[in-house]
Nanobody, 122 residues
Framework: QVQLVESGGGLVQAGGSLRLSCAAS????????RGWFRQAPGKEREFVSR????????DYTNAVKGRFTISRDNAKNTVSLQMNSLKPEDTAVYYC???????????????WGQGTQVTVSS
């Protein structure tokens, strides 16, 4: 059974940092692109960041550029999202995803985690 499990969410003050991790099990995801998405209350799920299968290409939504860093460890089948200088508007449930294409479109991701809550207080 394929599973993606996120961890590392929590409550942090504005300006603080969190590191999200996503562990994959059930198959090798080294050939899959990985992405992070988030969904705030009352809003649609939105793209946050993506990383290619090799890790050589990354991309971020403008709102997090310079503050978030995505990375992956294919030997451990994990992907991480380092989030610095957090803002209240970063508050959302964060989801990791895996899919065959390096894309920012959620419909192209085949596997999803259950989500982890990130809350940034002002």
């Amino acid at each position: 059974q394929v599973q993606l499990v996120e961890s590392g969410g929590g409550l942090v003050q504005a300006g603080g940092s969190l590191r999200l991790s996503c562990a994959a099990s059930g198959r090798a995801f080294s050939t899959y692109a990985r992405g992070w998405f988030r969904q705030a209350p009352g809003k649609e799920r939105e793209f946050v960041s993506r990383i290619s299968s090799s890790g050589g290409s990354t991309d971020y939504t403008n709102a997090v550029k310079g503050r978030f860093t995505i990375s992956r460890d294919n030997a451990k089948n994990t992907v991480s999202l380092q989030m610095n200088s957090l803002k209240p508007e970063d508050t959302a449930v964060y989801y990791c995803a895996a899919g065959p294409s390096f894309t920012k479109w959620p419909g192209n991701y085949r596997y999803w985690g259950q989500g982890t809550q990130v809350t940034v207080s002002s």
